[in-house]
């Protein structure tokens, strides 16, 4: 038998609130490691691959980007179901994981409360 401070406690709360916070930074945090990891490959491994010839840092840098672009859309279609968002800014945030700078941009926009607006009758605390 554990000790009671030893027990595993887990947080499960159904709060809506919570959630659509939570979703909407996770998609910000996210976005923050796939747009730097973007800028990362462009800026910095393809000249080291095409100008000192060290294809090597593509292929290091190109796998963690491809893993931080798939992360970015998982967190993009949780945002957009938890928020309810329509389709067209689900698409505007797969088209900013495509640009230089995108996620910055989309994640500016998105903290505008004007930008994505949250389903009816859900007050939004603010982002701690």
Partial sequence: MSEPG???RLNLSNDLETKLKDARKMLGWVGYAEGTSFLVLLGIAMPLKHLADRPEAVLYVGWAHGLLWVLYIVAAMRAWIACKWTIVIFFLAGLA???PFGP?????WLRKPTAAPLPENVPIASDD
């Fill in 97 to 99: 994981s495509v640009l």
């Fill in 104 to 108: 910055f941009v989309f994640d500016r």
């Fill in 6 to 8: 030893f027990r595993l």
